[in-house]
């Protein structure tokens, strides 16, 4: 069993602390600035691998400097990176993280390689060696978002893989026009509450998860954060609470339950205790800095389960 993410990729650049006043001044002193990868689709890929999956990427990376960073962190975990395109039109997207001393972050985002990104890059043949198709960074691969990527979510299903897809924020304001094409095709869309309420303009999950699936979406999942995680299907509806852990930096705690989940879905567990190994690898994640530091192998996640105490409990 395995999963194929697909989508964005970024390299990171994280600096912390800052405060409001910081880019006001002419200089701040910090006491880190470092390099990750990053990037939604990159970080659910790693994070899946730290979990003791097979995976495999399928991307964009321009012919440079962080793109060779990226490739060689991706090997490194044991990633196939077969898939990933090497293109000479622009540089790797990189993103600078500005990290508050209360674990809020800033992004200032620079698309590059992931706005040539289309589904050509998409090699179909290698859809046949997993199990799970997921594409991460919506609305941030202009060219791939909406009909490429409904045209891999169909070519996925036919050929039996389950489907899952998360979002990113839509700078363009058009958010269910551009998604709806793939939501028909999806077994799981994981994305925020924050990112619903602007994709459906309904505040409730129980609304959304009813917009949701009514355009064919077979199980909601949504992220709220401290609140937890809403979760919805045709015979089952729950929230599964979040754990109470010390927050250090809230970067990749999304992904980090995507991944999670994911890898849940892979080996056999049912949609709630998917949700719980999500909601596990994202407090692993926050207790250190950067979207993939902190989160541990599988059965360290699944030993803290029994441990770590839960919100809204």
Request: charge should be negative; include cysteine; hydrophobic fraction near 40%.
């Amino acid at each position: 069993m395995s999963i194929l993410c697909a989508g964005q990729l970024v390299f990171d650049i994280l600096a912390k602390p800052v405060n409001s006043r910081s880019l006001e001044l002419d200089t701040t002193a910090v006491d880190t600035i470092s390099f990750s990868n990053g990037g939604d689709a990159l970080n659910v890929a790693m994070i899946c691998s730290k979990l003791g999956e097979s995976v495999g990427f399928s991307g964009r990376v321009g012919n440079d400097d962080k793109g060779k960073f990226l490739l060689e962190k991706m090997s490194a975990a044991g990633m196939q990176i077969d898939g990933v395109k090497i293109g000479e039109e622009s540089d790797t997207s990189s993103v600078i993280v500005l990290i508050h001393d209360d674990g809020a972050r800033n992004f200032l985002y620079h698309g590059g390689a992931n706005d040539e990104f289309t589904i050509a890059d998409v090699d179909f043949s290698i859809l046949e060696d997993y199990s799970i198709v997921f594409v991460g960074g919506t609305f941030m691969l202009p060219k791939f978002d909406g009909e490429g990527a409904a045209l891999l979510f169909k070519q996925a299903q036919g050929l039996g893989k389950v489907t899952a897809m998360d979002v990113s924020y839509d700078t363009t304001g058009q958010w269910m026009k551009i998604i709806e094409p793939s939501l028909q095709y999806l077994d799981y869309f994981i994305p925020s509450i924050g990112e619903g309420e602007e994709i459906t303009g309904v505040e409730r999950p129980e609304e959304m998860a009813e917009i949701f699936m009514r355009k064919g979406v077979k199980n909601v999942v949504i992220k709220m954060g401290k609140d937890g995680v809403y979760i919805k299907n045709d015979t089952l509806e729950k929230v599964i609470p979040a754990f109470r852990v010390e927050v250090v930096d809230t970067t990749g705690a999304g992904d980090s339950f995507v991944a999670g989940f994911l890898t849940g879905l892979d080996r056999g567990m049912n949609i709630e205790e998917s949700a719980e190994l999500g909601q596990a690898a994202a407090a692993h994640c926050v207790q250190a800095i950067g979207s993939t530091t902190g989160v541990v192998d599988f059965n360290k996640t699944i030993l803290s389960m029994k441990t770590m105490e839960k919100r809204n409990e």
